[in-house]
Structure formats: C-alpha cells, structure tokens
C-alpha cells in the first residue's frame, strides 16, 4: 500500500511531466502554425539573426556557400511561403508551380534580378524584395580598383616581379594609362555610376560623359555629366564603366560595333552584369588592340571556365565577381533580404521591393 506521502509525490511527477508535455505539444504545434521560409544558402549571419530572433516563421536553410543542387531546390520549396534565395537560383515557371499558392513572397540578397521570373512571379501575385543602395559603395570601390589595376597593368606588373622579369629600369616598361585630364564614360547612370564618378574626380578626370535609356539630369548634376549618345560614349571615353542593368535592350550591347568605334588607348570595365558583354568581339576587340585593355568582374558563364581565351590575354582582368564582397555589404544585403522576407510574410511595406 502506498501512503499518502508517496501518492502525494507521484501526483506532483505526473503534473510536472504532464505541464512539460504540454508545454512542448503547444510549441510544437505554434511552430507548424508559423509561415515555412526556405532559405537556399548559408548567408551572412545578419539576416539569419533576424530572421531566427524573429520567431515569426520555421526556417529550413541550405547551410552551405555552394549553391543548392535544383532538384533539391524543388523538393524544398514544395508548400513553402517564403523563399530567401540569391542570384544563382533561377525562379522560374517550374519552381513557382512546384511550390504552390503558399508563396507569398520572394527576397532577393542581390541588387539583380535576371533570375528571377519576373512575369511568372507577377501573375501569380508574389512579392519580390531585392537589396538595392547597400552595395552601392563597395562596388564603386571595386570598379575604381579595377579600373586602375586593367589601366595601370597591376597584374601584370606583380607576375614580372615573381617570375624574374623585373631588371633593369626601361624607359617604357609596363606603362599604362591615368586618369589626369581624362574623359571617363559611364553606360547606365544610376548610383553606382555616381559613385564611381565621384570617386574617380579626384584623381583629376577632365570630363564624364554618359548615355542611358534616356538623360538623367538629376544624377548628372551630381558629377557634371554630360549625356550622349552610345556612338559618342565609345568614341570620346578614355575609360570606360558600364554599370547598366541587364534587360533585352541592354543583353550583347557591349559588342563589335561599340568597340569598333573606341580609341586604341581606351580601357572597358565592366562590373554590372557578363551578358551585357558579347565576349568574342572583346576578345577580338583586345587582341587586335583595337582597345588598350579590359577589367571584367562578371563574365558568362561564371565562374568563367579556366580555359577560356580571355585569360590568356594581358590586357585582360577578370575578378570573380566580388565588387559587393565587403564583409559590412554583405552583412547588410542579408539583413535587408530577411527585414523584405518578413515584411512580405506579414503584408506590410518591403524596406526594398521590386515592382513587378
């Protein structure tokens, strides 16, 4: 027989593990309540943070710096209402119908949005966010850095410097181009363009010039830029940025005809996106020295296969594609990316949301 001592005790086990249990049952089944976000790579711990600190969904991450295989891709967003993805996932028709009427929205970590499906994403009424403005410095310093090291043969220099061709001083030894009294073209003006532009006077540029879809007389007046057409920005620019966006008017733009028409001594930099860039006509265009050199932080495909003629040219350099790789950048891109994510998930305004 038990005594009242011990049935006393009993009781308050069978409560204590009774109320745990019930603890853990309504936590289990808040978190089923709670919106399913998938997030298709390891980003930077900033947006995670949010995002967890949040507890306003259940998070499934891709916890890897490579890219998500796409059949895993597909099984994953199956039901989701959330995807956090960045710009090697391809959103598309396929992807969207998989994961079904849930999907309320879709937040970039890019400031592009080529991958995404654009129509697709509109007709069925999905939110994009993207992460505009925050890259816009750490790729400006990227492009002026690139612009010096193609203009003043920086890689080279090194290489002859490691490998024993460094002897004695020659009058014209790896002499590059500067930009004291130079006119630098801009195609595309937007931020980014302003930012290199006003990164790039002090060392002296005589003139910017620009052409876009149409003026910009706003952002012009921030730098004294002056509007021609694609014709005059090949012809008059002694270097020469793009950082237009990729769009069908804009895909192959960079091509034999815009090369032909630029001077000898002239240097192309590119740090906006590969496709705006037919290859062939730049490689012909470098080789036949037809323009003094070229800097490519974006190429396609990328990464740009190891083999490729491209990299076999000196007055060639290629970065792969790191203008936004700051650590403070990247950290503010995922932030912004997971603050669009919950506000998309709430129905609320997006810090930065795509008009689809």
Same mark, same amino acid.
């Given at each position: 027989?038990?005594?009242?001592f011990?049935?006393?005790?009993?009781?308050?086990?069978?409560?204590?593990?009774?109320?745990t249990?019930n603890?853990?049952?309504?936590m289990?089944?808040?978190?089923?309540?709670l919106?399913?976000?998938y997030v298709?790579?390891?980003?930077?711990?900033?947006?995670?943070?949010i995002l967890r600190?949040?507890g306003?969904?259940?998070?499934?991450?891709?916890?890897?710096? =490579?890219p998500?295989? !796409?059949? /895993?891709l597909? @099984?994953?967003v199956?039901? $989701?209402?959330?995807l956090?993805? #960045?710009? &090697?996932?391809?959103?598309?028709?396929?992807?969207?119908?998989?994961?079904?009427?849930?999907?309320?929205?879709?937040?970039t970590?890019?400031?592009?949005? =080529?991958?995404?499906? !654009?129509d /697709?994403?509109? @007709?069925?009424?999905i939110? $994009?966010?993207?992460?505009?403005? #925050?890259l &816009?410095?750490?790729v400006?310093?990227?492009?002026?850095?690139?612009?010096?090291?193609?203009?003043?043969?920086?890689?080279?220099?090194?290489?002859?410097?490691k490998?024993?061709?460094?002897?004695?001083?020659?009058?014209?030894?790896?002499?590059?181009?500067?930009?004291s009294?130079?006119?630098?073209?801009?195609?595309?003006?937007?931020?980014?363009?302003?930012?290199?532009a006003?990164?790039?006077?002090?060392?002296?540029?005589?003139?910017?010039?620009?052409?876009?879809?149409?003026?910009?007389?706003?952002?012009?007046a921030?730098?004294?830029?002056?509007?021609?057409?694609?014709?005059?920005?090949?012809?008059?620019?002694?270097?020469?940025a793009?950082c237009?966006?990729?769009?069908p008017?804009?895909?192959g733009i960079?091509?034999?005809?815009l090369?032909?028409?630029?001077?000898?001594?002239?240097?192309?930099?590119?740090?906006?996106?590969?496709?705006?860039?037919?290859?062939d006509?730049?490689?012909n265009?470098?080789?036949?020295?037809?323009?003094?050199?070229?800097?490519?932080?974006?190429?396609?495909?990328?990464?740009?296969?190891?083999d490729?003629?491209?990299?076999?040219?000196?007055?060639?350099?290629?970065?792969?594609?790191?203008a936004?790789?700051t650590i403070?950048t990247r950290?503010?891109?995922?932030?912004?990316?997971a603050n669009?994510?919950?506000?998309?998930?709430?129905?609320?305004?997006?810090?930065?949301?795509?008009k689809?």
């Amino acid at each position: 027989m038990w005594n009242r001592f011990q049935v006393k005790a009993l009781k308050r086990v069978l409560i204590s593990e009774f109320n745990t249990w019930n603890k853990l049952d309504t936590m289990q089944k808040t978190q089923q309540a709670l919106p399913r976000v998938y997030v298709t790579r390891r980003v930077p711990p900033e947006g995670l943070k949010i995002l967890r600190q949040s507890g306003m969904c259940n998070i499934e991450l891709w916890d890897s710096d =490579d890219p998500v295989p !796409r059949q /895993e891709l597909l @099984k994953k967003v199956s039901g $989701v209402d959330g995807l956090l993805c #960045v710009l &090697t996932e391809k959103i598309d028709a396929e992807l969207l119908n998989i994961a079904g009427p849930n999907l309320k929205v879709v937040s970039t970590m890019s400031v592009g949005y =080529d991958h995404l499906s !654009r129509d /697709e994403l509109k @007709k069925r009424g999905i939110r $994009v966010g993207y992460t505009p403005d #925050v890259l &816009t410095d750490s790729v400006a310093e990227l492009t002026v850095a690139l612009l010096l090291a193609t203009s003043r043969r920086l890689i080279e220099a090194v290489n002859e410097a490691k490998n024993g061709g460094w002897g004695t001083w020659r009058t014209m030894w790896l002499c590059g181009y500067e930009l004291s009294q130079s006119t630098v073209g801009i195609l595309g003006l937007g931020r980014i363009g302003v930012a290199i532009a006003k990164r790039l006077k002090p060392f002296g540029v005589k003139r910017f010039i620009y052409t876009d879809v149409a003026p910009r007389p706003e952002l012009a007046a921030q730098i004294q830029a002056e509007y021609v057409s694609l014709d005059e920005l090949a012809k008059e620019s002694d270097f020469l940025a793009v950082c237009c966006a990729l769009t069908p008017e804009t895909q192959g733009i960079c091509n034999s005809a815009l090369f032909n028409k630029m001077k000898n001594t002239s240097i192309f930099i590119n740090t906006s996106r590969g496709a705006v860039v037919n290859q062939d006509d730049l490689y012909n265009a470098l080789t036949s020295g037809q323009i003094a050199g070229a800097g490519l932080d974006v190429t396609v495909p990328e990464p740009l296969p190891t083999d490729h003629p491209l990299f076999e040219l000196k007055n060639c350099v290629i970065l792969p594609h790191i203008a936004s790789a700051t650590i403070a950048t990247r950290n503010a891109m995922s932030a912004l990316a997971a603050n669009n994510l919950l506000a998309g998930l709430k129905g609320e305004a997006m810090l930065k949301e795509l008009k689809l």
